[in-house]
């Protein structure tokens, strides 16, 4: 709930306030009526109208994170956004490349986090585990238009290390021989 009581020397009332869409809603309600401050039920009906106003916000913000949550998103080099090809410098010193999946999850209402390493899995079939997890936490059906996008957005295997950059995991203090 958003919805705060204001007491200040300029205001008297409640604020409700919500970012939807990277838009910020906020309007005001007074508690002040004819230079007096509301008591009892007339109170109770201004914070209720508040109230009233917030629900109808929270379920449009609701509506617009689903959406969000269904969207693909892309940048300008055609990467995904939550799907990181990453080399990991393993304790062994062995560089081992991998798809690595950050994003919130629908589902949990979290941050989740998932490496899926290509030299076990291969190419092909370490994207797909990477967009399979991706999907699941983002409520994806695998029928649906963008997990089709998400599958054909795979990095061709010469282009990933261009794509990505050199991203090389970094490594603890060196030792002294």
Known sequence: MSVELLDTPRFHGFRVRRQIDKKTYQEYFSLKQGG???????RAA???RA???????????????????KNVRLDERGRVRGILFRRKVEKSGAVTPTFQVGIMSVME???????VSIKQHGFDEAWRRAVSFYARHRGLSPGSTA???LLNAKPHETDAPRLYGPALAAR??????
């Open 36 to 42: 007096h401050r509301l008591r009892g039920p007339a």
């Open 109 to 115: 209402g979290r941050l989740v986090n998932t490496t």
């Open 172 to 177: 603890g203090p060196r030792r002294a021989s």
């Open 147 to 149: 997990y089709r996008r």
């Open 46 to 48: 201004v914070r209720q």
């Open 51 to 69: 109230e009233a106003r917030d629900a109808e916000l929270a379920s449009t913000q609701r509506l617009a994170r689903e959406r969000a949550a």
